[in-house]
């Protein structure tokens, strides 16, 4: 593995021998063309029921590990694969899956002979306000995009939330999708500064009966790499650092949960749920899902038969 | 998995008049494993026990049955629950026996639009059963982590079919005579739904019936009809008629095919 001329630090413990670079400052911008292309290296699929992004932030021997977000490999009872860019399948032995604690995030691992990149870690809080920022991911298939492929979109930073629910507060403008979720966000270096979780979403009523829609607002979120890197060693990833950082970010603290006037909508696409607590440590209580219902009710019956 | 049985027994009696079923002339489509003509989808007039010759589990298309027109594209699934010794064994459960209940689903989209249709036949374990308590009114859909709620296309009271059948044990030292009971009803599927159906995780899922007495079923739709809602709906995915989408003047401008 290069490490350039970058300060480097190695990933101990579980991660022993892994390495991981972390940039201290921006000497230069790389061509976005060149960063999109490191990206689609180090950037996985997470194939599940409910699939998810991922990067592989470090390598050890044969195993490589994968920083994603918690909810993309939230259920024990799925299947889970990392789908590199050569397409090779690689399975998840779920009870290799480390989650960090008050945080979307986990770590999963997988094995190969074959060799991948990994990405490069940067300092968070040098993708301030204004800064500008990729978000890489495979989105679900849409109706004009009818498969899964890679997509490297830009963006700038928007705004900075401290007191962000589930460690989500790298805010930025990016165009993401669903199934994006646990991809990098990369600043103009091309380094990992954050994983891409959650957007923000304005609800608006449903018409007659039906359940109100959840639509995006247009800014998304994102949990910054050194709120990673000050919460791995709870979960058992030991950090031993050649060069130690200087990490100013802080795990999130529990916030007070918000009132029924202050709730917003959450962010996650149906499914996921967030496992976060309250602060007596009680776990949140998922809601009853909404029901989706049709809403082209009232024409002339349609049936498989030539009479209805 | 436990499925919720005993619903479909001990209907109380209530008098109402009963359509015997009549089985339309079954007209093969010749030379052809990936089409059904439109009238042997047709159900109004009954279905025979277990929907024999329809589509399981594969996408075939519909075919106008005089001129093999494309008219859309369809889906199948069964679930048959109840006595079944010799159904499970043997593989007789395409035949009715006491106790015998078979959940048909159809899935697709034609030139008009979308549908679900399903299709309950319930032979009672003994004597007569109340049909118009076993009529499907709600169809609910797990996928995904979403919860899908499809309400009947239409309020009207659907029709109701009887048929007469003797049942022979397999040992053949046993023959009882029955009477075997059939209700359907068709659910809206929008642009919406097909787009999730069309998305849905390929394996198991679960499906409950609300029923006209208020009771509830669990079936589960079999993971290859899953995998079929892609193709079965991707054939008229706006779930619009052109006709009237030509009058809306927000409707897809992409041209539909038309019915000959």
């Given at each position: 593995m290069r490490f350039n001329n970058n300060p480097t630090a190695v990933l101990g413990g579980i991660l022993t021998a892994s390495m991981v670079c972390l940039q201290t400052q921006a000497v230069f911008s790389l061509p976005a063309s060149q960063i999109g292309k490191s990206a689609e290296n180090f950037t996985v699929l997470i194939s599940s029921d409910y699939p998810g992004s991922g990067v592989i932030i470090a390598k050890n021997k044969k195993t490589y590990t994968v920083l994603t977000a918690e909810h993309v490999v939230r259920h024990s009872d799925f299947e889970y694969h990392v789908v590199t860019q050569d397409g090779k399948k690689h399975p998840v032995k779920y009870q290799t899956v480390k989650k960090l604690p008050g945080v979307d995030l986990a770590v999963v691992t997988f094995t190969s002979d074959r060799t991948y990149n990994t990405a490069k870690l940067a300092?968070?809080?040098?993708?301030?306000?204004?800064s500008v920022v990729y978000t890489a991911g495979f989105p679900d298939p849409g109706q004009a995009i009818e498969n899964r492929i890679f997509q490297f979109t830009r963006g700038e930073v928007s705004g900075v939330n401290p007191n962000a629910k589930d460690g989500y507060s790298l805010i930025y403008t990016n165009i993401t999708r669903k199934g994006?979720?646990?991809g990098p966000v990369l600043n103009i270096n091309g380094e990992l500064v954050g994983i891409h979780g959650r957007a923000e979403t304005d609800v608006l009523p449903g018409e007659g009966n039906n359940a109100p829609i959840q639509v995006k607002a247009g800014l998304n979120l994102g949990i910054p790499i050194q709120t990673f890197l000050a919460l791995a060693p709870k979960v058992g990833l030991k950090l031993d650092f050649k060069t130690q950082p200087t990490p100013t970010a802080q795990p999130p603290t529990p916030q007070p949960a918000p009132t029924a006037q202050q709730q917003t909508p959450s962010v996650q696409p149906p499914g996921f749920q967030p496992t976060s607590t309250t602060p007596s440590g009680t776990p949140r209580l998922p809601s009853r899902p909404k029901p989706i219902r049709p809403s082209g009710a009232g024409q002339s019956p349609v049936c498989a038969g030539s009479r209805c | 998995m436990t499925f919720k049985k005993t619903t479909l027994v001990g209907f109380a009696p209530i008098s109402l008049t009963l359509v015997v079923c009549t089985l339309p002339a079954d007209v093969a489509l010749a030379g052809k494993d990936d089409a059904i003509y439109e009238d042997n989808l047709t159900t109004t007039q009954g279905l025979q026990w277990g929907g024999k010759k329809l589509p399981f589990k594969k996408t075939v298309d519909i075919r106008e049955s005089l001129v093999d027109t494309p008219l859309g594209k369809v889906t199948a699934d069964r679930h048959i629950v109840g006595n079944?010794?010799?159904?499970?064994?043997?593989?007789?459960?395409?035949k009715p026996a006491p106790g015998r209940s078979a959940f048909i689903s159809l899935w697709g989209s034609k030139i008009e639009g979308c549908f679900v249709e399903m299709i309950i036949q319930h032979a009672p374990s003994q004597g007569r059963a109340d049909p118009t308590a076993i009529v499907p009114t709600l169809l609910e859909l797990g996928i995904g982590g979403q919860l899908i709620e499809l309400p009947p296309q239409s309020a009207a009271q659907p029709k109701i079919f009887s048929q007469d059948y003797s049942y022979t044990s397999f040992f053949g030292n046993k023959t009882t005579s029955g009477t075997w009971y059939m209700t359907r009803n068709i659910f809206v599927v929008d642009s919406g739904i097909a787009k999730i159906l069309s998305q849905a995780p390929i394996k198991e899922t679960r499906a409950r019936l609300t029923l006209s007495n208020g009771s509830k079923v669990l079936i589960p739709i079999n993971k290859k009809t899953v995998s079929s809602w892609k193709t079965a709906y991707s054939y008229n995915p706006a779930c619009k008629d052109p006709t009237t989408a030509d009058k809306d003047?927000?409707?897809?401008q992409q041209p539909a095919p038309t019915k000959p």
């Amino acid at each position: 593995m290069r490490f350039n001329n970058n300060p480097t630090a190695v990933l101990g413990g579980i991660l022993t021998a892994s390495m991981v670079c972390l940039q201290t400052q921006a000497v230069f911008s790389l061509p976005a063309s060149q960063i999109g292309k490191s990206a689609e290296n180090f950037t996985v699929l997470i194939s599940s029921d409910y699939p998810g992004s991922g990067v592989i932030i470090a390598k050890n021997k044969k195993t490589y590990t994968v920083l994603t977000a918690e909810h993309v490999v939230r259920h024990s009872d799925f299947e889970y694969h990392v789908v590199t860019q050569d397409g090779k399948k690689h399975p998840v032995k779920y009870q290799t899956v480390k989650k960090l604690p008050g945080v979307d995030l986990a770590v999963v691992t997988f094995t190969s002979d074959r060799t991948y990149n990994t990405a490069k870690l940067a300092k968070s809080e040098e993708a301030g306000i204004g800064s500008v920022v990729y978000t890489a991911g495979f989105p679900d298939p849409g109706q004009a995009i009818e498969n899964r492929i890679f997509q490297f979109t830009r963006g700038e930073v928007s705004g900075v939330n401290p007191n962000a629910k589930d460690g989500y507060s790298l805010i930025y403008t990016n165009i993401t999708r669903k199934g994006m979720s646990g991809g990098p966000v990369l600043n103009i270096n091309g380094e990992l500064v954050g994983i891409h979780g959650r957007a923000e979403t304005d609800v608006l009523p449903g018409e007659g009966n039906n359940a109100p829609i959840q639509v995006k607002a247009g800014l998304n979120l994102g949990i910054p790499i050194q709120t990673f890197l000050a919460l791995a060693p709870k979960v058992g990833l030991k950090l031993d650092f050649k060069t130690q950082p200087t990490p100013t970010a802080q795990p999130p603290t529990p916030q007070p949960a918000p009132t029924a006037q202050q709730q917003t909508p959450s962010v996650q696409p149906p499914g996921f749920q967030p496992t976060s607590t309250t602060p007596s440590g009680t776990p949140r209580l998922p809601s009853r899902p909404k029901p989706i219902r049709p809403s082209g009710a009232g024409q002339s019956p349609v049936c498989a038969g030539s009479r209805c | 998995m436990t499925f919720k049985k005993t619903t479909l027994v001990g209907f109380a009696p209530i008098s109402l008049t009963l359509v015997v079923c009549t089985l339309p002339a079954d007209v093969a489509l010749a030379g052809k494993d990936d089409a059904i003509y439109e009238d042997n989808l047709t159900t109004t007039q009954g279905l025979q026990w277990g929907g024999k010759k329809l589509p399981f589990k594969k996408t075939v298309d519909i075919r106008e049955s005089l001129v093999d027109t494309p008219l859309g594209k369809v889906t199948a699934d069964r679930h048959i629950v109840g006595n079944d010794l010799d159904g499970s064994i043997f593989g007789r459960s395409s035949k009715p026996a006491p106790g015998r209940s078979a959940f048909i689903s159809l899935w697709g989209s034609k030139i008009e639009g979308c549908f679900v249709e399903m299709i309950i036949q319930h032979a009672p374990s003994q004597g007569r059963a109340d049909p118009t308590a076993i009529v499907p009114t709600l169809l609910e859909l797990g996928i995904g982590g979403q919860l899908i709620e499809l309400p009947p296309q239409s309020a009207a009271q659907p029709k109701i079919f009887s048929q007469d059948y003797s049942y022979t044990s397999f040992f053949g030292n046993k023959t009882t005579s029955g009477t075997w009971y059939m209700t359907r009803n068709i659910f809206v599927v929008d642009s919406g739904i097909a787009k999730i159906l069309s998305q849905a995780p390929i394996k198991e899922t679960r499906a409950r019936l609300t029923l006209s007495n208020g009771s509830k079923v669990l079936i589960p739709i079999n993971k290859k009809t899953v995998s079929s809602w892609k193709t079965a709906y991707s054939y008229n995915p706006a779930c619009k008629d052109p006709t009237t989408a030509d009058k809306d003047p927000n409707a897809a401008q992409q041209p539909a095919p038309t019915k000959p």
